[in-house]
């Protein structure tokens, strides 16, 4: 018998709280002088703007306009 923790429906519910936790975070140090510095270097933008890409190109992938 398989898991059933072991499905891709769970795979992507924990993959969304993890993404919704990791910008939560960043959202939050985005607020804090110190943070706003740390996320405001090159690198960072760079990578959270591939990530923006990613996602915005899984929701055209799946169908997901909703306007």
């Not at 898991?3 to 891709?8: A, G, L, Q, R």
């Amino acid at each position: 018998m398989s898991d059933p923790m072991n499905t891709v429906e769970v795979a992507v519910e924990q993959r969304l709280v993890g993404l919704y936790s990791a910008t939560k975070t960043l959202r939050d140090l985005s607020r804090d002088t110190e943070g706003r510095t740390v996320i405001g270097r090159p690198k960072c933008l760079e990578e959270i703007e591939l990530v923006r890409d990613v996602l915005s190109r899984i929701i055209d992938e799946v169908g997901g306009k909703h306007g």
